[in-house]
């Protein structure tokens, strides 16, 4: 609706609003209404042209139409009466009494009523108690007007700071989870830094055996080769007797065969006094598995228990060689 049609629906004439819109440079209703209600019985000057309303150019007209019809019956002599005049115009449909045709096409516009015709009764001006209550109507709907944009400036408002805030609680999401993928990497990177470290300090720890045992060897070694040696003449010599067992061998190596939870099998050579961990090492180097797992011996049949993984394989009886079977660790 138009600033226009808008003061119009407030009971105002169609003139005074436009000038009053002219005179407040059409800054908006408000203004206007604000000159409406200050000048309510203040004349408007008279407009040339295009100023005239309908109703004011039908009037002279008229006039002439009846010093017309005046002349004419005084010279005719009949006697009769002057044709009336059309003061207004009237709504068939809901006999409202409209001051011209725009009054008439804003009515139309609104009712949706489309009987029209004129009328000789004067459209009355409204009195003082009337004024006050037009201006009562309006003030009521500029005040009406007011708390709806108000509320709706309010409402807007509000739903900006939800979508404020929500933005906001979307970010701090966001970077906790960040921080949370950020903290499980340094986690895992810190886990595998202490298995590597491990694995480190038992090779280290396996190579220093296997020295310890490599040079003890060669001692034995050495000892048993400045031992002057029993002569032993050719007709004394016999073969031992039997049932009894010759000494056992003196090894330093034993070769390990890992038999894997897929079917397939490592093999790898160790020192009789590196410890079983150092095969479960081996095993994870190879493999690359992280999963906790256990060793068995099939014959005999045997799980080894977690103490038994800190004792050297001589120890254990897997001397000179073993097959040892991967298995899942019991819960």
């Known amino acids: 609706?138009?600033?226009v049609q808008t003061l119009m629906d407030m009971g105002f004439p169609r003139?005074?609003?436009e000038y009053a819109l002219e005179v407040t440079s059409n800054k908006g209703v408000e203004p206007a209404m604000e000159w409406l209600l200050a000048h309510v019985d203040d004349p408007i000057p008279s407009r040339q042209g295009a100023g005239e309303s309908p109703g004011s150019a039908a009037q002279p007209a008229a006039?002439?139409?009846?010093?017309?019809?005046?002349a004419s019956s005084s010279t005719s002599g009949a006697?009769?009466?002057?044709a009336p005049v059309a003061k207004s115009l009237k709504c068939d449909e809901c006999g409202k009494v409209l001051r011209d045709h725009t009054e008439v096409e804003y009515h139309a516009a609104k009712t949706g009523h489309t009987k029209f015709s004129e009328s000789e009764e004067e459209k009355k001006a409204l009195t003082e108690e009337e004024k006050k209550a037009q201006l009562a109507l309006i003030e009521e709907k500029l005040k009406q007007k007011r708390i709806e944009r108000e509320e709706r400036e309010k409402t807007e408002a509000l739903q900006r700071e939800k979508n404020r805030i929500k933005s906001g609680?979307?970010?701090t999401e966001a970077k906790r989870r960040m921080?949370?993928?950020?903290m499980k990497k340094i986690v895992e990177q810190r886990k595998r830094e202490k298995d590597e470290e491990k694995a480190?300090?038992?090779r280290v720890k396996a190579q220093i055996e296997a020295d310890k045992a490599a040079r003890k060897a060669r001692e034995q070694k050495e000892l048993g080769n400045t031992e002057p040696?029993?002569?032993?003449?050719s007709t004394t010599v016999s073969s031992p007797p039997a049932g009894v067992k010759s000494p056992p061998r003196d090894y330093t190596e034993t070769r390990i065969q890992v038999r894997l939870q897929d079917g397939s099998t490592l093999q790898e050579t160790f020192n009789v006094k590196e410890q079983l961990s150092a095969v479960r090492v081996f095993i994870q180097m190879k493999t690359g598995i992280e999963s906790p797992f256990s060793l068995m011996t099939t014959f005999p049949r045997k799980l080894f228990a977690e103490d038994d993984y800190e004792k050297p394989l001589e120890v254990l009886g897997l001397v000179p060689s073993a097959v040892i079977t991967m298995t899942k660790t019991p819960a």
């Open 1 to 3: 609706m138009s600033e």
């Open 229 to 233: 040696a029993p002569s032993v003449s």
């Open 79 to 82: 006697g009769e009466t002057s």
């Open 169 to 171: 609680k979307d970010m």
């Open 179 to 182: 921080e949370e993928l950020e």
């Open 15 to 17: 003139e005074r609003v």
């Open 63 to 70: 006039a002439v139409d009846s010093s017309g019809a005046a």
């Open 200 to 202: 480190a300090r038992d």
